[in-house]
T-cell receptor, first 113, second 114 residues
Framework: SAVISQKPSRDICQRGTSLTIQCQVD?????MFWYRQQPGQSLTLIAT?????????ESGFVIDKFPISRPNLTFSTLTVSNMSPEDSSIYLC??????????FGSGTRLTVV | KNQVEQSPQSLIILEGKNCTLQ??????????LRWYKQDTGRGPVSLTI?????NTKSNGRYTATLDADTKQSSLHITASQLSDSASYIC?????????????FGKGTTLSVSS
């Protein structure tokens, strides 16, 4: 199955700044996804990133706050903009890797102070 | 509303013992059900995937069952090991306009002690 490298693994950021998270897949994938996992909560889909088109955002998430890039079939970035302490969370990328398979990155633990 | 409920929320067992985790869902139209293991600080890793017609699937010491009529699934862990300590997440996939989408449970946190 595919392997996804996600970085950074963790970061502590000042409020008002932005952080860009990167995910690299070791094979070409059509669909990539970005999730947020808050403490004690289930994973929540932020957006679906398809190569060559605008990302599709879920209710409650907007492009200005979470801009996404998908320049090719193996790479995607998520930026958390103008951060506040409420953005402290684990952010995960995922890719649909054929059949019913979904592979996840190792996550980015973000703390905003 | 599409929902996935897991129980118990947390569980502590002794090494070598068996345990069963539960997942109830109200998701339709149903595509498949997955169990993932998520170690602390890591991303979820797939354990099993079951479609509508599958009742049971095993992966080593992990055995998942699915009752599509009652919309219940369980994950049974046999002869637990310390490395089984993790969060176990039940994920149900359903069909939508984009193809399929995933609904995640909150997970069961399992602690295996020696």
């Amino acid at each position: 199955s595919a392997v996804i490298s996600q970085k950074p693994s963790r970061d502590i950021c000042q409020r008002g700044t932005s952080l860009t998270i990167q995910c690299q897949v070791d094979s070409q994938v059509t669909m990539m996804f970005w999730y947020r996992q808050q403490p004690g909560q289930s994973l929540t889909l932020i957006a679906t990133a398809n190569q060559g088109s605008e990302a599709t955002y879920e209710s409650g998430f907007v492009i200005d706050k979470f801009p996404i890039s998908r320049p090719n079939l193996t790479f995607s970035t998520l930026t958390v903009s103008n951060m506040s302490p409420e953005d402290s969370s684990i952010y995960l990328c995922s890719a649909r890797t054929g059949g019913y398979g979904y592979t996840f990155g190792s996550g980015t633990r973000l703390t905003v102070v | 509303k599409n929902q996935v409920e897991q129980s118990p929320q947390s569980l502590i067992i002794l090494e070598g013992k068996n345990c069963t985790l539960q997942c109830n869902y109200t998701v339709s139209p149903f595509s498949n059900l997955r169990w993932y293991k998520q170690d602390t600080g890591r991303g979820p890793v797939s354990l099993t995937i079951m479609t509508f017609s599958e009742n049971t699937k095993s992966n080593g010491r992990y055995t998942a069952t699915l009752d599509a009529d009652t919309k219940q699934s369980s994950l049974h862990i046999t002869a637990s090991q310390l490395s089984d300590s993790a969060s176990y997440i039940c994920v149900v996939s359903y069909f939508n306009q984009a193809g399929t989408a995933l609904i995640f449970g909150k997970g069961t946190t399992l602690s295996v002690s020696s």
